[in-house]
């Protein structure tokens, strides 16, 4: 089918790449169809572009490739609800917000991570309880200096993907 | 919006399965206990609506800002 977006025109694509988000996502409850687009500008980085607004694109990143110690206790009922059985069934996403002018501030919203069925293609916006973790949590450190500035995950151990 | 008052130790029933407590009531906050299935989700307003404005942030991100994004890493290798 055909997608109208405002970043990336009017997309070819296949119905299969569509993820449903039967609860939509706080701030766009009413959007239910998304889809995940690479991001030219910036390996790691992609959109999630809703289906039925052009306008509505949220970047978003695997955390696990920036965050080194992030981890997720993915609620029950989240499970059952996506009918995950297998952990190789899981997408897990979180957004990113760049700040206007300041990208050294690019901040991780892993307080609210989204969780995808690959098998269904199904999605939830899980907000995460009793967690460690804020809705801005920066992908740079503060003293780093642009030429050495390195994701967190060069820290870590090399966990796959 | 139904709105009640409740003394301490009071309850209140939605549905067939949310219960309601009043457990402590102080100056400025009271305490309240719920009971209700795994499947509804309790979540403090003010999360939700940080959630809320946080995907609104997300979906304000643009291009331009992504590109100039990429200047900040050392080229990846996995």
């Not at chain 1, 899981?90 to 307080?111: K, Q, Y």
């Not at chain 2, 409740?6 to 719920?34: A, F, H, P, W």
Request: some cysteine.
């Amino acid at each position: 089918m055909r997608v109208k977006t405002t970043r990336f025109g009017i997309l070819e694509i296949d119905d299969k790449m569509i993820i449903n988000f039967p609860r939509g996502i706080p701030g766009f409850e009413e959007l239910s169809r998304f889809i995940i687009l690479p991001a030219r500008e910036a390996e790691d980085f992609r959109w999630l572009q809703a289906v039925d607004d052009p306008d509505v694109a949220l970047l978003v990143i695997d955390p696990f490739k920036f965050f080194g110690g992030y981890s997720v206790d993915i609620p029950q009922d989240i499970l059952a609800e996506l009918k995950i059985k297998e952990p190789s069934d899981t997408l897990l996403l979180t957004t990113v917000t760049i700040p206007r002018d300041n990208p050294e501030g690019t901040t991780a919203n892993l307080l609210a991570p989204i969780i995808l069925n690959l098998k269904t293609n199904k999605a939830v916006q899980v907000i995460l309880k009793d967690s460690p973790y804020s809705t801005k949590h920066r992908l740079f450190s503060l003293n780093q200096s642009s030429q050495t500035i390195t994701k967190d995950h060069q820290k870590r151990d090399g966990e796959g993907k | 919006m139904l709105v009640l008052t409740r003394k301490k130790g009071q309850q209140i029933i939605l549905g067939d399965n949310v219960k309601i407590t009043v457990l402590e009531i102080n100056d400025d906050s009271i305490k309240i206990g719920i009971c209700a299935p795994k499947e509804v989700s309790i979540l403090r307003s003010e999360l939700y609506l940080e959630v809320k404005q946080e995907n609104r942030n997300a979906a304000n991100s643009e291009n331009t800002s992504l590109d100039k994004l990429k200047h900040f890493f050392k080229s990846p290798k996995e």
